[in-house]
């Protein structure tokens, strides 16, 4: 009888907050993985800006590394997105199509207009302005080129002005509050931190 020892990638589910890099060094204090996430040997699987926010995922497998953050898996990841000006259906049209940025064109995207979502708040706020509306959109791309979801929407007149990664594949934020992590085990329930 064969026996098998299969050893468990470690998956690290972390809510980002706004002003913080994806990385553990290199940064003042409070701006670093390191000051969020005391676990040896993960690493980003992807990025988000340090003015973006929400699910970063961390890992010590290189191959689930790979498998979440290239593109040639089509991993979807889902972006709650607001934006600065009214998107019409014409613009919505555009990004569901794909967008020719100065990199090449993006994949289609699934492009929908949404209510204001339930989130946290922002620190700093998001700067309102009285003459111009803002609207929220859901966007999921399967890419994930610097600052893409910023240039796709600029591209069609809708500049970002938040940026939250809500999904990356079957994995949310659900339930993990800025600054907070949970870690989750193949064949194992999660534990949080």
């Known amino acids: 009888m064969l026996c098998y020892l299969v050893s468990m990638a470690r998956l690290i589910l972390f809510n980002k907050p706004y002003g913080v890099l ?3 060094t290199g940064g003042g204090p409070g701006e ?5 996430v005391a676990v040896k040997g993960v690493y980003p699987a992807g990025r988000l800006d340090k003015d973006s926010e929400g699910l970063l995922l961390l890992t010590d497998d290189g191959t689930l590394q790979a498998q979440i953050s290239s593109p040639k898996y089509n991993k979807e990841k889902t972006y709650l997105v607001q934006v600065e000006g009214e998107p019409d259906e014409a ?11 100065k990199d090449g064109p993006t994949r ?3 492009a929908t207009l949404i209510a204001p979502p339930d989130l946290w708040p ?9 003459s111009v509306p803002d609207h929220w959109i859901e966007l999921s791309i399967t890419e994930g080129r610097n600052r893409q979801v910023r240039r796709m929407t600029a591209a069609v007149g809708l500049p970002t002005l938040r ?3 809500w999904r990356v594949a079957d994995w949310t934020l659900a339930g993990i509050a800025p600054g907070e992590w949970r870690e989750v085990r193949a064949g194992m329930g999660a534990t949080r931190r």
Do not use: C, N
């Not at 613009?91 to 940025?101: C, E, N, S, W, Y």
């Not at 922002?122 to 009285?130: A, G, I, Q, S």
């Open 22 to 24: 994806s990385q553990f």
């Open 122 to 130: 922002r620190e700093p706020p998001v700067r309102f302005r009285k």
């Open 91 to 101: 613009a919505l049209a555009q990004l569901r199509k794909g967008i020719t940025l």
């Open 108 to 110: 289609p995207a699934r």
């Open 32 to 36: 670093t993985l390191a000051d969020f």
């Open 163 to 165: 940026l939250v990664r």
